[in-house]
């Protein structure tokens, strides 16, 4: 029933920018934390960042700077912006939502950013 799709995903140029998306769908996406997650080859899967329902920002950091997470409820859409990007921001990123649970208890399926001169 909930369901996350990611887009945006690509090749960007080493210093380049590129903004993912994740529609939401299923939820009460204006009361539902968001967040995401990033997997490199041969990595564990680490957080990002999320925004809360109201809309408060937080980061891991490492992202903080170059890495904003935004919302547009009458969409259902969070964003993920990457700036200044390098070949180590290279990983499939992967949209989530917060559940009933307060954790993070669904997912989408992931789109891949590489990152390169």
């Known amino acids: 029933q909930v369901q996350l799709v990611e887009t945006g995903g690509g090749w960007v140029q080493t210093g380049g920018s590129v903004k993912l998306s994740c529609v939401a769908s299923?939820?009460?996406?204006?009361?539902?934390?968001m967040g995401w997650f990033r997997q490199a080859p041969g990595k564990d899967r680490e957080w990002v960042g999320g925004?809360?329902?109201?809309?408060?920002?937080n980061y891991e950091d490492y992202a903080k700077g170059r890495f904003t997470i935004t919302r547009d409820n009458a969409k259902s859409t969070v964003y993920l912006k990457i700036d200044r990007a390098q070949p180590d921001d290279t990983a499939t990123y992967t949209c989530?939502?917060?559940?009933?649970?307060?954790?993070?208890?669904?997912w989408g399926q992931g789109t891949q950013v590489t990152v390169s001169t």
């Open positions: 299923g939820l009460d996406f204006s009361k539902t934390t």
């Open positions: 925004v809360s329902w109201t809309n408060v920002e």
């Open positions: 989530a939502a917060v559940g009933s649970s307060r954790m993070y208890e669904y």
